[in-house]
């Protein structure tokens, strides 16, 4: 079946150390986002790519970093350097330039110890 | 600056009944309006998206409205089920040349559905 997968679901981490969230869609989708989601609040853009080898920071990039090697592939690392890495953090594809239907993973859940 | 602001925050209501949740938005240049639904602990499925020019769209006992002149628009739930219990976000489409299709999302509405 098409869809997005991030991996993991679950992520505990020290502080200090950095951690990559993985997310791989097979939808042939061009364009890929990055969220972070925080209790009571809305989506929070932190990078997008609209092609591969390319991407942008979205509102809240600081402490974070991506790639984009592959159409089906983007994954988030999470830095030493992000303040407050405990989050939700939710992948998502859509066609070109966001034009279409913005499809989401189920979610990975960071937790800072 | 483009805000999206939903109410009320929570809701609670009985099994069977209808309900109905609201969406102002300060959006500009607007593309479309989209409504998701948010399971605890998943991510968001899509239900509704809407440009200027429609007024109604409907998903099975999901309909969403929108009112472009006063910028408002409201998801109603019909018969509601104890699987509708979720977040309900309201998402609003800016394009930009640039950057193509840049979401504004709201802070959603908690439903709970009790029997």
């Known amino acids: 079946d098409g869809g997005i997968t991030q991996s993991p679901k679950y992520l505990f981490r020290k502080e200090g150390q950095n951690v990559t969230l993985s997310c791989e869609q097979n939808?042939?989708?061009?364009?890929m986002y990055w969220y972070r989601q925080d209790p009571g609040q809305g989506l929070r853009l932190i990078y997008y790519?609209?092609?591969?080898?390319?991407?942008q920071k979205g509102d809240i990039a600081e402490g974070y970093s991506v790639s984009r090697e592959k159409k089906e592939s983007f994954p988030l690392t999470v830095t030493s350097a992000q303040k407050n890495p405990t989050a939700f953090y939710l992948c998502?594809?859509?066609?070109?330039?966001?034009?279409?239907?913005?499809?989401f993973g189920e979610g990975s859940r960071l937790t800072v110890l | 600056k483009n805000q999206v602001e939903q109410s009320p925050q929570s809701l609670i209501i009985l099994e069977g009944k209808n309900c109905t949740l609201q969406?102002?938005?300060?959006?500009?240049?607007?593309?479309?309006l989209r409504w998701y639904k948010q399971d605890t602990g998943r991510g968001p499925v899509s239900l509704t998206i809407?440009?200027?020019?429609?007024n109604t769209k409907s998903n099975g006992r999901y309909t969403a409205t929108l009112d472009a002149d006063t910028k408002q628009s409201s998801l109603h739930i019909t018969a509601s089920q104890l699987s509708d219990s979720a977040s309900y976000i309201c998402?609003?489409?800016?394009?930009?040349?640039?950057?193509?299709?840049?979401?504004?999302f709201g802070g959603g509405t908690r439903l709970m559905v009790k029997p």
């Open positions: 998502a594809s859509s066609t070109y330039q966001g034009a279409g239907e913005l499809f």
């Open positions: 939808l042939n989708h061009d364009a």
């Open positions: 790519s609209q092609i591969v080898n390319d991407f």
């Open positions: 969406c102002n938005y300060t959006v500009s240049p607007f593309s479309n």
């Open positions: 809407m440009t200027f020019s429609e």
């Open positions: 998402v609003v489409s800016v394009y930009d040349n640039n950057a193509g299709n840049m979401l504004t």
